[in-house]
C-alpha cells in the first residue's frame, strides 16, 4: 500500500464515510486519523496537518491518474473528497451537518478500482545489472572523450555534469531499495532529452556528437 496512494486515499474514504458527519470537522478527522483530539494543543495542529496531507495525497493520486493513463471518468472519485476537505477548513471547530454526504458509495468504488488498477499499471521491473553496466561504461567513455575535446568550456561543463549525474543515478539506485525502476528510467530519459537537444544544434562539435550517439540511444533519447 505503501507505493499506492489510492489504496490509502480509499481507506481514509471509507473511515470518513463510516464515522458520523455530524458536529465539527476537527472531531470528525480525529476520530478518523486516530488523534486524541485536545482543541489547543498540539493535537489540533496534527488534525490539521493530517487533513493537509490527505489533500496531498489527492493530488499525489490525481498525477498518477494522468502518468499511467487512466481513462477520465476515474478523475470523478477526487472532487468529492477535496470538498470534504475544503468545507472541513472552512472552520474547523463549528458543527457542520452530512459533512462527507459527497463521499458515495460510487465514489469508493471508483476509489477501490483505482486503487487495484494502479497496481497493475504501476509495475515496476527491476532494471539488468548489465543494461546499467553498459550505461555506465558509456557514460564514462563519453567523460573522457568529452573531457579531452577541443569545445566550448561551459558546454563541456554541461555534458560533463549530465554524465555525472547518471553515475550518481547508478549508484543510488544500487545502494537504495531497487524498487524506483520507474523513476530512475525517467531521470535517464531527461538527461538523454538534454543531450539530444545538444547534439541538434552544436553541429560544429562533430566528434563530440559521435560519442554523444550511443549514450543517448542506450538513455532513451530520440535521433532525428
Known amino acids: 500500500m505503501q507505493n ?16 458520523s458527519p455530524n458536529g465539527p470537522p476537527a472531531q470528525l478527522w480525529a476520530r ?13 495542529i496534527q488534525v490539521v496537518q493530517g487533513i493537509l496531507s490527505f489533500s496531498d ?4 493520486t490525481e498525477t498518477g491518474l494522468h502518468e499511467l ?6 478523475w470523478d ?48 521491473p527491476k532494471i539488468d545489472d548489465g543494461v546499467l553496466k553498459e550505461i555506465q561504461t558509456e557514460a564514462r567513455d563519453l567523460f573522457e572523450a568529452v ?27 544500487r545502494i537504495g531499495e531497487r524498487k524506483h ?6 531521470r535517464f530519459y531527461k538527461i538523454g532529452a538534454k543531450l539530444f537537444e545538444l547534439v541538434k544544434f552544436a553541429s560544429d562539435i562533430r566528434k563530440t556528437i559521435d560519442a554523444v ?7 532513451g533519447g530520440r535521433q532525428d
Do not use: M
Open 69 to 74: 493513463g487512466f481513462d477520465e471518468f476515474y
Open 147 to 173: 573531457q579531452d575535446a577541443g569545445i566550448d568550456r561551459e558546454l563541456k561543463r554541461f555534458i560533463l555534469s549530465l554524465t555525472l549525474e547518471i553515475e550518481q543515478a547508478i549508484q543510488q539506485y
Open 181 to 186: 525502476t520507474k523513476s530512475l528510467w525517467t
Open 77 to 124: 472519485a477526487l472532487p468529492p473528497l477535496r470538498l470534504v476537505v475544503q468545507r472541513s477548513l472552512v472552520n474547523l471547530r463549528a458543527n457542520q451537518s452530512n459533512l462527507t454526504r459527497s463521499i458515495t458509495d460510487e465514489t469508493l468504488t471508483l476509489l477501490r478500482v483505482i486503487a487495484t488498477e494502479w497496481e497493475k499499471k504501476n509495475l515496476d
Open 213 to 219: 550517439r550511443p549514450f543517448i540511444r542506450l538513455l
Open 57 to 60: 495525497l489527492l493530488n499525489e
Open 32 to 44: 478518523v486519523l486516530d488523534i486524541r483530539l485536545n482543541q489547543t494543543g498540539p493535537s489540533f
Open 4 to 19: 499506492n496512494p489510492p489504496a490509502r486515499v480509499y481507506s481514509l474514504a471509507r473511515r470518513l464515510r463510516s464515522t
